[in-house]
T-cell receptor
Framework: EAQVTQNPRYLITVTGKKLTVTCSQN?????MSWYRQDPGLGLRQIYY???????DKGDVPEGYKVSRKEKRNFPLILESPSPNQTSLYFC???????????FGSGTRLTVV | AQTVTQSQPEMSVQEAETVTLSCTYD???????LFWYKQPPSRQMILVIR??????QNATENRFSVNFQKAAKSFSLKISDSQLGDTAMYFC???????????????FGQGTILTVHP
């Protein structure tokens, strides 16, 4: 089944403790992206990647890191999480972007 | 920078009736793509419909259709014969058609919560 897989689905952590949210797609898609969803703000892009080793900042990149060492994987790293990073996070992938993106099922992150 | 605005935070409709969700956007680009995504309570993001700006014809997908007004920068979603399963948050999104990095950038509106009542 073609899909984008994110893990974990739920995560509660403490301020300052490094964490990684994994994202993997099995569709050989070129483009991958991370979004955060907050009430009243819709989805805002954190980072995106056009291909292996090619990444760029989105609208809200501060406090996040990404890497694209393999085409299928695009992990999101929070080096020192803070409470304002409490949010619902989505990973998405697309073959060319213009046909729309396929989203993962989301990761609900709470930083206390 | 592009902005997408959904001015209706919440809408409701009776089952079997028709409802229209509004979306406006601001851009200086002439070629772009517009999308509507559905997010049911399961929180999964599902692509509903897609419109290419250089096509005059409005896109349709079964009970879902759009009214694309390029000059007015408006892209509304019409849901006909509403069903209980249409209850969800709906997001409008914009993407430039300029190749390369532009295909990595999808800009979303704030979302509209639609409730379908029996």
């Amino acid at each position: 089944e073609a899909q984008v897989t994110q893990n974990p689905r739920y995560l509660i952590t403490v301020t300052g403790k490094k964490l990684t949210v994994t994202c993997s797609q099995n569709m050989n898609h070129e483009y991958m992206s991370w979004y955060r969803q907050d009430p009243g703000l819709g989805l805002r892009q954190i980072y995106y990647s056009m291909n292996v080793e090619v990444t760029d900042k989105g609208d809200v990149p501060e406090g996040y890191k990404v890497s694209r060492k393999e085409k299928r994987n695009f992990p999101l790293i929070l080096e020192s999480p803070s409470p304002n990073q409490t949010s619902l996070y989505f990973c998405a992938s697309s073959l060319r972007g213009i046909y729309g993106y396929t989203f993962g099922s989301g990761t609900r992150l709470t930083v206390v | 920078a592009q902005t997408v605005t959904q001015s209706q935070p919440e809408m409701s409709v009776q089952e079997a009736e028709t409802v229209t969700l509004s979306c406006t956007y601001d851009t200086s680009e002439s070629n772009y793509y517009l999308f509507w995504y559905k997010q049911p309570p399961s929180r999964q993001m599902i692509l509903v419909i897609r419109q290419e700006a250089y096509k005059q014809q409005n896109a349709t997908e079964n009970r879902f259709s759009v009214n694309f007004q390029k000059a007015a920068k408006s892209f509304s979603l019409k849901i006909s014969d509403s069903q209980l399963g249409d209850t969800a948050m709906y997001f409008c999104a914009f993407m430039k058609h300029a190749g390369g990095t532009s295909y990595g950038k999808l800009t979303f509106g704030q979302g509209t919560i639609l409730t379908v009542h029996p």
